[in-house]
């Protein structure tokens, strides 16, 4: 049995979307932000980093998110959400899900986490990385929209893992400060997401959790 | 046949190591940033990122080192670098590759890079980010020595493609600041990984390219 660590609006959401695709036999922890939850003794035994996603498996836990992707896929083949066989088309799956956890989420992360790359009292440079945000996510999702994004889905005809996982951060561009008109396959792209059934029943459970 | 492109002193060094270790028919094409090469047009065409590595194979293109990678050593399942096969083991390769790119990269990144991520006129807000840099990668080198190297290799008795990656990055620390007293281990494993014949062979390469 997995259990999933979570809080709402964070990229946890991708790996639960890819849970409920698969059809996997999971519970869900919530960590509560708000009161430092995810710094408690208790939540630094289930992971040392304080951050979530962490996915608890009958193996160990896991973290980092394009790692929890693959490992849910893999471990659910018949859902046949990454073609890991494939070299090629795995790589591509792959880096872009590294593109999105590595410049994606950390341009975004300049606006609210900016105390992990200054001093958390230098609110000269807290406010000058969140001022580029806008510039910084926009491009990202830009290059998502013209060279990535291969249409209906990132991969082309099939869904993947890399489907949950756009979708998750492209939850943020608006507070981003992100021009939606100027994505506007990257939005459609979000809509259709949100019409899938796991998609829905996902963050319903967060919202309610 | 595979061409990396690489620049001395990048992350692409981890997938040199790894197609030396895997014996791969390989070519190599070094990118001048001194001559701003990684933005011409002729190398945006290969990997509009602008950035290194990028790795052309018979099917295209591939970028971002994690991705790189598995592609290697999946392509050349004979050297074993990496378990595929067994998805929890397969997903702490992956975890920890991802938490070298997304978390101990980037926080290097902020010692010559900040202008992603503030304007970059912004000296006090660049200055500020540097200044940080020892604590931020420091933390992330005393993580990876606390808890994730398992030793001898990254992931125990099995080098992995994690073990090029780690190299590659522990290249840096000293001018990034950090203390290499307080990560033995991690200090260790590096000179250890020099001795071996592919990491010679793959460094020797880019420094007379």
């Known amino acids: 049995m997995l259990n999933l660590y979570f809080a709402p609006h964070t990229c946890a959401l991708a790996t639960h979307i890819v849970l409920e695709e698969v059809g996997a036999d999971y519970s869900t922890t919530r960590i509560d932000f708000d009161k430092g939850e995810q710094r408690s003794p208790e939540y630094l035994k289930v992971n040392p980093k304080g951050r979530v996603p962490a996915l608890v498996t009958g193996q160990g836990v896991l973290t980092e998110t394009p790692a929890m ?39 975004h992360a300049h606006r609210m986490r900016g105390h992990r790359w200054v001093e958390a009292d230098d609110m000269h440079s807290i406010e000058a990385m969140q001022r580029k945000v806008p510039q910084s996510v926009g491009a990202a999702f830009e ?7 291969k249409g209906p889905w990132v991969m082309g005809e099939r869904y993947t893992i890399c489907d949950a996982y756009l979708f998750t951060l492209a939850q943020w561009l608006e507070k981003d400060g992100v021009v939606p008109a100027r994505i506007p396959r990257v939005i459609d792209h979000r809509r259709r997401m949100s019409q899938r059934a796991a998609v829905a029943k996902a963050i319903a459970q967060e919202l309610a959790a």
């Open 69 to 107: 992707l693959v490992f849910v896929a893999q471990s659910f083949p018949k859902a046949n959400l990454a073609p890991i066989d494939d070299p090629f088309a795995f790589a591509q799956v792959q880096s872009f899900n590294s593109y999105l956890c590595s410049h994606l989420h950390i341009a």
């Open 143 to 149: 290059y998502i929209e013209k060279d990535l994004l």
